[in-house]
């Protein structure tokens, strides 16, 4: 009849009816996530395997090693952590080790990825993450500051474990102008992981069947014999810092890849 409005289905007006509705709903939504990331997953794991290849090239030169770092990993338990250790070998002996260690900075953890050499000597340490305060923690980037270079070459014994500081703190190591928190963090992140390799170097050294063939000499041809010592860095470059003992509030949080960085 005129002027009477459309009645709705009883089934539509049943609390069930909803149920079955919004259910489906989650249920085509899940699907379309769960597709997206499986078309998605290969590229993501191939962009962070290249991410982390760029970070161990710059710990561990690639001519020191003839095996892929990604694929020869030591799981190493430290308390109730697994951490992966990737191990560099030249033919079947072990050349050096390279893993990342965590520490807590001012604004939150930094994560350092650090190589060292079998007579543990470090051959090199990077920022891959961290949170510091633009223009004074984050000096601890390679591309901002050349004090993370000051690390290539030293060990527990040089400088001496008790001189594992900044020097405001009776130690070997500069701090930053109005950042003293940040250094004291990495110092200690690098400090520790030295103290795992000391630990473990059993383990990590260890050697087993090199995943690639050895090339065998041939007449006439050198077989060249990577170099193993550690040595400061290539790119160090004397760095003046100066002391201060507070640290302003912290930026947001950074991701540092290849002597660079993206906003995280």
Request: glycine share 10%; charged share 20%; aromatic share 6%.
């Amino acid at each position: 009849m005129y002027g009477r409005g459309v009645v709705n289905p009883s089934f539509r007006q049943r609390t069930a009816y909803h149920a079955m509705l919004l259910g489906g709903m989650a249920m085509i939504t899940s699907a379309l996530i769960v597709i997206g990331n499986k078309q998605t997953y290969a590229d993501i794991e191939l962009r962070h395997a290249e991410d982390m290849k760029r970070s161990l090239s710059q710990v561990i030169h690639p001519d020191m090693y003839t095996n892929n770092l990604l694929d020869d990993v030591i799981q190493l338990s430290i308390g109730n952590e697994t951490k992966n250790v990737y191990v560099a070998r030249s033919g079947d002996k072990v050349v050096a080790v390279a893993f990342e260690m965590v520490s807590e900075g001012y604004a939150g953890p930094i994560t350092v990825m650090i190589g060292i050499n079998r007579k543990g000597e470090l051959l090199g340490a990077r920022v891959l993450s961290h949170a510091e305060t633009p223009g004074l923690g984050d000096k601890i980037e390679a591309e901002k500051s050349n004090w993370i270079f000051s690390f290539g070459g030293l060990s527990l014994s040089s400088p001496g474990e008790s001189q594992w500081k900044v020097k405001k703190d009776g130690g070997y190591f500069d701090q930053f102008t109005g950042a003293t928190i940040t250094p004291r963090a990495v110092i200690k992140a690098i400090k520790t992981g030295l103290e795992i390799f000391k630990i473990n170097q059993s383990v990590l050294l260890a050697e087993t069947q090199p995943q690639t063939p050895e090339i065998i000499d041939t007449p006439g041809t050198q077989k060249a014999t990577p170099n193993t010592k550690a040595t400061p860095d290539i790119n160090a470059v004397p760095n003046a810092t100066g002391t201060s003992p507070g640290e302003p509030q912290s930026g947001t949080e950074k991701s540092v890849t290849d002597g660079g960085k993206t906003s995280g």
